[in-house]
């Protein structure tokens, strides 16, 4: 580990460290990006991990409230039926359910509501503004009542220590392999402000070069403008003649 911090060091300051790079001295980089990733990684996931599980009593708590205590919604055979009178208003009347009503847009429109389901169908507006029918026949049959809402709901609740861990792998994987495929193409602007300062370097050199450099960049999580700019000014810094 202390090779791994000397190296960021060097990455960061050491102009003969990059010389070293074009004689072939160091190793490409993939080793010191997988690990400076899984850092980032994990104090990424760290600080969202706080802010999760000191939120999850609340969203916990919003979503039993969510499903009202009353209401029992059954599903068989393809029609829905209810033990409340309708129309009956879910989610602060941004869904209705209407069992004695026509799924169409018409009917949709005037109860002023994200979702209507009638006995046979469900109508929806998205966001976008298009509708969407979802005939019910082709689901299974299911019931649904506070008693089930809260069981799921606790269910679900058990896999949160499971989060962290599926983020922290995730996020260090993907941000790992996105930053090896995308400087194969910082790599060729580096490779020409290498030739054009006068080194006559391979492309296998100047992918290493790109990522050391991206050292900051990856870090910071900047967009591909930003962390060229910087991997362009590194190597000027690094590499011109003195």
Known sequence: MKTFFRTVKSALSSRHFYLDILKG??????????????????????????????????????????????????????????NQPSPYFLFEKAVVIDTTATADIETLESYKVDALITKTAVISKRDTGKIEIMPLKELPDFSVDKTKVVAWVEKASA???????????????????????????????????????????????????TLYTRTIPSVLKLPFLPSLLIVVIATLIAYKKR
């Open 25 to 82: 001295d160091k190793p490409i980089g993939f080793l010191y990006t997988f690990i400076l990733q899984g850092f980032v990684a994990l104090v990424i996931t760290v600080f969202l991990s706080v802010g999760f599980f000191a939120s999850l009593p609340a969203l916990r708590t919003e979503a039993i409230n969510a499903y009202p205590a009353e209401l029992e919604l059954t599903l068989k055979g393809g029609q829905v039926s209810i």
């Open 159 to 209: 896999f949160a220590p499971l989060v962290p861990p599926i983020l922290f792998f995730s996020m260090w994987l993907f941000t790992t392999v996105a930053i090896y495929i995308s400087s194969l193409v910082y790599a060729l602007i580096v490779w020409l402000v290498l030739y054009l300062l006068g080194h006559d370097t391979s492309y296998r050199n100047a992918y290493s070069v």
